[in-house]
């Protein structure tokens, strides 16, 4: 699906959290565009809104295009504390597609580096990562540098049908060793969890990463009345597969307590929820 690259300069650019983020122990996140390429159908930012800084056009065409915040560095070399603990990124991939060639999360990084905040999160699915390594090898000897990088499933025919425009599992897995190889902190972080068998994704968690294994089911009405939910693109795949199961409260409950089981049997840690994202906080 071809996609549109848009710039405009942004007021702020990290912002207090509150809510998940915050009980997760999270100072501020940081965003560096508006929409996201990858455009995954269970994506939860399009149901935020405004709430989600996002504009009309952003959640009615979800993937179609980004809109890059071309003073963000700037920015950000303003705003930067040391006590701070930062998420990148909650509402978009800071290694998204339309990165490779818009190119701003280098400037980003050396933002960072010139004045680190006490832990740096950096959220992604997008191997495109591995090109800021020199950057991110810098980085993680200025602050507690993590990288939670997203696995949704074990099954390739599932990522293709949920998230057609990312890459494939066994290239996510690749990525997280190269960045675990170079003593850097990783964790793979299971969410939304897409039918898979748990056991083998967790097992996978483990060999490839070297932090917490993270979870987290789809976002249902029914648990969650309120604020950002899955995608309805994504339930109506899952009824359309006959994977109703995975966005039953009580299923995913079991799948939890399935994955929770493995890695204790692997000695590592494993969270879900704000308490799971909480262990990427910790300084």
Known sequence: MPFQI?????????????????????????????NCT???????????????GLRKEDWEHWGAFTTFKT?????LRRALKPDQVIYCSPLTDP????EATRRLMPAILEAVIAAPPK?????????????????LIALKARTR????????????????????????????WRTLRSLSDVGIETSATLAPILPCDPEILV???????NGPVIADPFHVRSEKPSGATTRSVAAAICARHGWEEWLEPEF??????????????LRRHFGHGPAGFGLLALS
Do not use: W
């Open 252 to 265: 995913q409950r079991e799948v939890l307590a399935c994955m929770r089981s493995k890695a204790v049997t």
């Open 38 to 52: 990858f455009g995954c159908s269970y994506c939860y930012v399009p149901t935020m809104r405004v709430h989600g």
């Open 95 to 98: 290694y998204q597609p339309a």
């Open 119 to 135: 832990v740096f999160v950096i959220q992604t699915r997008g191997p495109l990562i591995l090109r800021d390594l020199d950057l």
């Open 203 to 209: 097992d996978k968690a483990a060999a490839f990463s």
């Open 71 to 75: 003073n963000a560095a700037q920015l």
């Open 6 to 34: 848009y710039e405009a300069d942004a007021k702020s650019i990290l912002s207090p959290v509150s809510g998940f983020l915050a009980q997760a122990g999270f100072t501020h996140s940081l965003t560096p565009a508006r």
């Open 145 to 172: 540098l993590r990288v939670s990088f997203s696995v949704t499933t074990n099954r390739d025919d599932v990522r293709r049908i949920f998230e057609p425009h990312c890459v494939s599992i066994e290239e996510r």
